[in-house]
């Protein structure tokens, strides 16, 4: 068993093992356990799921402070918030899908279930790539908190809106290229068909399985914003994955009580800018300063402040809003 003590990305392999073990056990309870038939999720179910998943990401935090310290622990704390917060905006995104796609309620968890595992695999991908060009190279982190500040400045100035994601040049791609069923088949992203005059039946997709792909191509867009986002944080491997994942897990949940608040959090993505601003800014300070790192407790202290206003803000100035059925 001494493999388990040896070093993989910085920490043990046991530290992993741990982690990953969590990970494992919350989705075979959440699709095997709570889920197993296909059914609409209300949004007290919801709430409830998203408190469950916020509980065990901060208490996975704790054990991070308990076993690599202080610094450690509030840089953790930090990144989940972000990425928590950033994840919020991914829920609208996946509201315009699933209305343009016309999903039906009952198999929108699935979908987003495999969404959660291929982002799991897709984060695993990029936040490697991140830290070893980190490791290599110091000045990749200035060029990740420029475009932060950059990426910040232009969701300040931005109107907003999504856009139609039928128009999107991938799904335009697909649909052109894929044998596509006329409707949706239960919950199955493939199934078998004879097409007319044909001998032998043949694999279709489904359009839940087009979704499940805009949604992917959607996290993709908004990894860019938040793997950077996190290494400006804690260039820690350990507290970069975990507290990006952790973060995500419960994004499914939350999406089905978000998604009929949509309008209530109006002004939380000028909140998301100002903290990209504000993340990409402290590592320039940072580094202006000759400091190793921008003060945590500071950092979290200003997340906190800046995405918890963004919220009361938005509830405040729309709570004439009637909530959505």
């Known amino acids: ?23 494992v056990v919350l989705l075979v309870l959440d699709l095997g356990v709570l889920h197993r038939k296909a059914k609409a999720i209300g949004a007290r179910e919801s709430l409830m799921l998203s408190a469950g998943y916020l509980t065990v990401g901060l208490a996975f935090g704790a054990w991070v402070w308990s076993e690599l310290g202080r610094q450690a622990g509030l840089e953790y704390v930090t990144g989940f918030l972000v990425e928590k917060s950033l994840a919020m905006d991914n829920v609208f995104v996946i509201a315009s899908i699933f209305a343009a796609f016309a999903v039906p309620a009952a198999y929108q968890h699935r979908v987003l279930f495999w969404g959660i595992l291929g982002v799991i695999v897709l984060r695993a991908i990029m936040i490697g790539a991140g830290a070893a060009l980190v490791a290599e190279f110091e000045w990749v ?12 400045a232009k969701m300040l100035v931005s109107k907003g809106g999504h856009g139609d994601p039928k128009d999107n040049p991938a799904y335009r791609w697909l649909a052109g290229h894929l044998r596509l069923t006329d409707g949706f088949e239960g919950g199955r992203f493939f199934v078998r068909r004879t097409p007319p005059g044909g001998t032998r039946p043949l694999l279709h997709a489904t359009p839940l399985f087009l979704a499940l792909v805009m949604i992917e191509l959607a996290d993709v867009v908004f ?60 590592v320039f300070v940072a580094e202006a300063m000759g400091w190793e790192k921008f003060p945590a407790p500071v950092s979290l202290g200003v997340t906190a402040a800046l995405l918890g206003g963004g919220v009361a803000y938005s509830m405040w100035r729309t709570r004439r809003i009637p909530l959505a059925a």
């Open 141 to 152: 982190l200035l060029l990740f908190a420029g475009f932060l500040v950059i990426a910040g």
């Open 1 to 23: 068993m001494e493999f388990l003590t040896e070093s993989a990305l910085g920490k043990p392999v046991w530290m992993w093992l741990a982690f990953l073990s969590v990970v």
């Open 223 to 282: 990894a860019v914003d938040s793997v950077p986002a996190i290494f400006a944080i804690t260039t820690d491997p350990y507290i970069v994955y975990t507290s990006n994942i952790f973060a995500i897990l419960g994004l499914r949940a939350l999406y089905f009580a978000l998604a009929a608040l949509t309008a209530r959090f109006a002004y939380l993505k000028t909140a998301l800018a100002l903290l990209l601003v504000f993340i990409g800014g402290k």
